[in-house]
């Protein structure tokens, strides 16, 4: 009889439509499911309330009074989130939490005995302690009182507890570090290849210290013998040592506006690794052998001991190839021009063979006495950057093509193009515009390759292109060799820099061991590490800058022009030109209806319609604090503000 109860329990579960998913938030108080189908099903308010976006369930699909497709939660499976930042608010003698999380619109409610006495407004970092799931009221305790909006650096402070950045170093990194010197790095020079003779430069930002790269080249009568030299961090730290395993647990060095978090420690990063003019530093060496087209035709790998002869700035070396100066030794500059035709020809052979994105306009920021921004300016990009753009990119192409033949699990960058959501809607529109283009071809490297070359060469094909590069999917780590459809290259890896990346120092240590024949596989848990560890980091940077933008134009009433830089069914993204601020405009405040054309990402109304890169008249409309979000409105008279962006 219990056996039968359990066959009818069992089969009535099956009749019901149950199935797993994911809680995803929205502005309002209802939800979605995630289905690990891949399907989204509404999450009504009343269900919401007893979840948090990212908690895993199960639901039953059934239908509203209005015959629409529903969620109704069965059963809660798990939670990630167990701490999170927020805002501290007191509604008379009742005390609560708006919490800063994407999707989440409820409060916390903070029990007296768990409230540290954080005050109104005050930013915090809480724990929860109870889970909205079984009764529908949430509450959390507060850990730490981080500051007030008004506080000097609170975006930085605030955005790094937010996203959990190490900042200080273990008393045991200090003592390993009190056994490292300069007479370590002599040591271990001893047995390697002694390079120093060669008159190896760098080129990097004037204030940089952490100089991960330098460079060497000669003519040769079939091209050139390029030489690059990666510092070797991992020669000098010891395996499974405290400042290894602190390393990879930060996985990159953090780049705030005026700020710098470092991943390795200053005495390692800016010292007895870093590639200093006139000092003895140890290196991996990547020979390659470069024929006159730009072609790498074979390359060689050595551990080596190296002098960098010359610390140039991007400045120094571009100011150099307009005006030669008399500063520099008349014995480096035969290989500077050698080296600028060097990179020509490698730039030349990827943008036949590969693909090369098209620079981009970026920008940086400048901040005030009180950190906050002073001015927004553009990013000027130098001969210098594209030697060692081209330089660094040709290396790690060479270490992917030597992880690949050696068939060991590592750490390769893999880039799968399109989003696998967007491919047959792209692929649709191409094979309507493009009476050449083969069916499907997209979706594999050479044609997608080849569709993205077609696309680029002409003004014409441009809105085919912008709907293509709009809709790539992110890069991810793999363990195996994996094509790069972004670049065009059937393997890539990032290898250039083990000062800044962990996964880069991993390699490092990797490439060692294959060079004393021994075969050390990455464990591919570490990949999952690093991409969280990462995207934590680009995620911190992000919020402190975009805290900073939103103050910046608060005050401006100015008339900007902008491109349109993403379009959805309810309106489009935008890019100032001027300071690269994003923001968004709802069709909501405009006139007249509009429909949205996903397939080529235009809406139209009868009076108007908005594109990819077309350029608008904006202002601002407010800024939502809370979410830190921009909201521009459209000025009147487009036409004037497209004729005066012309």
């Not at 976006?53 to 497709?69: A, L």
């Not at 210098?384 to 060479?398: D, F």
């Not at 967007?422 to 997608?448: C, M």
Request: net charge neutral.
């Amino acid at each position: 009889m219990l056996n039968q109860l359990k066959q009818l329990k069992q089969d009535i579960k099956e009749s019901r439509n149950l199935m797993e998913g994911t809680v995803k938030g929205s502005p309002n108080k209802f939800g979605f499911v995630s289905l690990d189908s891949g399907k989204d099903v509404y999450l009504p308010a009343e269900e919401m309330e007893k979840v948090l976006p990212g908690d895993r369930i199960e639901v039953e699909i059934i239908k509203d009074k209005k015959n629409k497709k529903v969620a109704k939660i069965e059963r809660f499976i798990s939670s990630p989130t167990k701490y999170f930042c927020g805002k501290y608010i007191t509604k008379g003698k009742t005390h609560f939490i708006e919490p800063d999380i994407a999707g989440m619109n409820r409060w916390f409610f903070v029990p007296p005995q768990k409230r540290k006495n954080a005050q109104n407004k005050d930013l915090v970092k809480c724990r929860i302690t109870q889970h909205p799931f079984k009764t529908g009221n949430a509450q959390a305790a507060v850990l730490e009182v981080i500051g007030q909006d008004h506080d000097m650096g609170i975006e930085f402070n605030y955005a790094s507890k937010k996203h959990d950045i190490r900042k200080t170093w273990p008393a045991e990194i200090e003592q390993e570090l009190a056994q490292l010197s300069d007479s370590t790095i002599e040591t271990l020079a001893g047995s390697r290849i002694d390079l120093s003779a060669l008159s190896f430069i760098t080129i990097d930002a004037h204030s940089t210290v952490d100089i991960d790269d330098a460079i060497y080249v000669e003519k040769t009568d079939g091209g050139w013998k390029l030489s690059v030299a990666i510092a070797d961090p991992s020669a000098v730290i010891p395996k499974g040592s405290e400042i290894e395993k602190e390393a990879l647990k930060r996985a990159s060095s953090l780049y705030f506006p005026g700020q710098h978090i470092s991943m390795l420690p200053e005495k390692i990063a800016g010292d007895l690794c870093s590639l200093k003019e006139g000092s003895l530093r140890l290196a991996k060496v990547v020979q390659m052998d470069v024929n006159k087209a730009g072609d790498i035709l074979d390359y060689h790998i050595v551990e080596a001991a190296i002098k960098s002869h010359k610390k140039f700035s991007y400045s120094e070396l571009s100011h150099h190839y307009e005006t030669p100066s008399a500063e520099i030794s008349s014995s480096l500059k035969p290989m500077l021009i050698e080296l600028k035709q060097l990179t020509s020809a490698l730039l030349s052979s990827r943008q036949k063979n590969a693909l090369v994105q098209a620079d981009r306009k970026e920008f940086y920021i400048e901040l005030d006495e009180q950190q906050k921004i002073s001015d927004i300016k553009t990013k000027t990009t130098t001969p210098a950057h594209k030697i060692v753009e081209e330089t660094m990119v040709a290396t790690n192409r060479c270490i992917a093509d030597f992880l690949a033949k050696h068939a060991v699990p590592s750490i390769f960058v893999r880039h799968q193009g399109l989003r696998s959501d967007r491919l047959e809607a792209v692929d649709k529109v191409l094979t309507e515009s493009l009476p050449d283009y083969p069916a499907h071809a997209i979706s594999e490297l050479n044609g997608f390759i080849n569709t993205v070359q077609t696309v680029s060469q002409s003004d014409e094909l441009k809105p085919l292109h912008l709907l293509i590069s709009r809709q790539l999917d992110k890069s991810s780590l793999a363990s195996e060799a994996s094509p790069h459809f972004g670049m065009g290259l059937q393997q890539y890896t990032t290898f250039t820099s083990p000062l800044r990346k962990a996964q880069d120092y991993l390699i490092h240590r990797q490439i060692s061991a294959l060079l004393k024949g021994k075969k050390e596989a990455i464990d591919s848990t570490r990949l999952t590490k690093f991409s969280e560890a990462t995207q934590a980091i680009r995620n911190a940077v992000n919020d402190a800058e975009q805290w900073l933008k939103c103050q910046f134009i608060a005050k401006k009433l100015d008339v900007f022009q902008a491109s349109v830089l993403r379009v959805f069914s309810t309106g489009f993204q935008v890019k100032l030109i001027d300071n690269g601020i994003e923001g968004f405009v709802s069709t909501k405040e405009m006139e007249g209806k509009y429909s949205f054309n996903q397939e080529r990402m235009i809406i139209t109304s009868k009076g108007q319609s908005f594109e990819l890169d077309q350029i608008v008249s904006v202002q601002l409309k407010q800024v939502d604090w809370s979410r830190k979000q921009i909201q521009f409105a459209l000025v009147a008279n487009q036409t004037e503000g497209i004729s005066a962006a012309k």
